[in-house]
């Protein structure tokens, strides 16, 4: 499986026996040549440079899945995925991501590669941390229209910032999202407008998940009363 997960991930090195040559003797200057030469090997180049083998994590990817629950993770192999995101752009179509150590910058380095997906559409995100950087890249991939958009994102029991919080959900505004968990992401009756306007302006979503998070009986009263006026 490891065999052929190298194969399709690095397209220009055709043999596995060439591709060993490569992990052994990759700082030579003939092989600084073929990557050159081979774009796609730039992938390979980026995981030595962050000395982090990448493949293992790779060929993880089954049906378009890739589950890293409980995956341990680390800034370079975050940097080295993200590169592989970027070359391939049809290889996954969900990301699940459960308790790796992952911070803001290392899930940032992960959505900005996901941005060359093509078909990427649901997200999940537990028990790690996260911030304006990965906010940021995460409202790009919110905002992509049909039929490239997102249709799922639950974030659930992160670490993230009250600010953060209320970047998300200004960008998450009248998008194409289906399905959407904010579960114990620290928001309080100040951002709950937000949440009353998303509730309004996204006729898509069909689920909303924000258990957890500091709401008075009084916010959730007016959610309710939104939501029965939007039936």
Request: proline letters at 2%; one cysteine or more.
């Amino acid at each position: 499986m490891k065999s052929k997960a190298i194969e399709k991930f690095i397209g220009g090195i055709q043999h596995r026996q060439e591709f060993y040559g490569v992990a052994k003797h990759g700082t030579s200057a003939i092989i600084s040549q073929k990557v050159k030469e081979d774009p796609k090997a730039t992938f390979y180049a980026k995981c030595q440079k962050e000395c982090v083998i990448a493949m293992p994590t790779l060929a993880k990817i089954k049906d378009k899945t890739l589950n890293l629950d409980g995956y341990s993770l680390n800034h370079g192999l975050c940097n080295a995925l993200g590169k592989a995101f970027n070359l391939y752009h049809d290889v996954l179509e969900e990301l699940i991501i459960v308790n790796t150590g992952a911070d803001d910058e290392m899930l940032a380095a992960m959505l900005e590669g996901l941005h060359e997906q093509h078909n990427f559409k649901a997200l999940t995100y537990k028990k790690n941390s996260l911030g304006i950087k990965s906010v940021e890249q995460l409202a790009k991939l919110i905002k992509r229209q049909r039929p490239f958009n997102l249709d799922e994102v639950r974030i659930i029991n992160c670490k993230i910032s009250s600010a953060a919080s209320q970047m998300l959900l200004e960008e998450i505004q009248g998008t194409n999202l289906r399905r959407l968990a904010l579960v114990k992401c620290h928001i309080n009756s100040s951002h709950f407008e937000y949440i009353l306007e998303l509730v309004r302006s996204s006729p898509s979503l069909k689920e909303l998940d924000i258990s957890w998070n500091r709401l008075t009986p009084r916010d959730l009263s007016e959610l309710f009363a939104v939501l029965a006026s939007n039936r």
